[in-house]
């Protein structure tokens, strides 16, 4: 999140000499980035995880559209609706991805690279909804910002998603973690969820591993 910078009222004169003495810094060079390295995170996991690797190709909504809540919730605060469920990246952009999939310990991690035609607006969740509740007939659940990683020069923003259902056969309680990172026409997103093992207890997600492929996989990209 940006801070408000103190403005310093100048005479005209003293504005022009500063703009002409000053060039701004010059904005970093992607030309060598390359979506498709994100397929190396896949070296960091241990034998006993399954491993999968997709693309680069066109972009896939399944991997990208965030997971739709039914209509008739009610939000807490009510204006955060829209931040609650807005997608990563907004419906119709065009452009390319790639992603690599590791299941294991209990738990899957998606990291995905994606390249867009244009730069798209990041979703920075004001003070207000930072933590944001809902409800509804027979669910409720929160969606609130966690900690991400600082990487130098890349915008990221991280997630927490918490959502309660109820069953003919009990409650069921399903999360998701989301961290993204935005940099140019680039954007790397890492998932983490925990996965429904039989007579298993649901396994704790590592959100350590899930910052650090964050940074290993903008690295990656940028080459």
Same mark, same amino acid.
């Given at each position: ?12 004169? *003293?504005?022009?000499?500063?703009? #002409? ?11 060598? *980035? ?28 399944? %991997?990208?559209?965030? /997971? ?6 009610? %939000?807490?605060? /009510? ?15 065009? &452009?390319?991805?790639?992603?690599? #999939? ?32 809902? #409800? ?27 959502? /309660?259902?109820? #069953?003919?056969? &009990?409650?069921?309680? &399903? ?7 935005? %940099?140019?026409? %680039? ?8 996965? +429904? ?10 959100? /350590? ?11 990656? +990209?940028?080459?």
């Amino acid at each position: 999140m940006s801070n408000a910078g103190k403005y310093l009222a100048l005479p005209v004169a *003293a504005v022009v000499g500063l703009s #002409t003495a000053c060039n701004a810094a010059p904005a970093e060079d992607f030309s060598k *980035a390359d979506i498709a390295r994100v397929a190396e995170v896949k070296s960091g996991f241990a034998p006993s995880y399954t491993v999968n690797t997709v693309g680069p190709a066109a972009l896939d909504p399944r %991997f990208l559209t965030a /997971q739709k809540l039914p209509p008739g919730l009610t %939000f807490d605060p /009510q204006d955060c609706a829209k931040s609650a469920t807005e997608n990563t990246v907004p419906e119709g952009v065009k &452009g390319n991805m790639a992603a690599t #999939t590791a299941e294991g310990d209990g738990v899957r991690y998606i990291v995905i690279a994606v390249e867009t035609s244009d730069a798209v607006p990041v979703n920075t969740p004001s003070d207000q909804c930072r933590k944001v509740t809902f #409800t509804g007939a027979g669910m409720r659940g929160l969606v609130e910002v966690v900690e991400a990683p600082a990487v130098d020069g890349v915008t990221t923003v991280g997630t927490h998603r918490v959502l /309660q259902t109820v #069953t003919e056969e &009990g409650p069921r309680t &399903g999360e998701l973690y989301n961290y993204v990172a935005t %940099f140019g026409n %680039f954007i790397v997103i890492v998932t983490a969820n925990p996965l +429904v093992v039989a007579d298993k207890p649901v396994a704790r997600i590592d959100t /350590q591993r899930a910052r650090d492929l964050v940074t290993q996989a903008v690295g990656l +990209v940028k080459g």
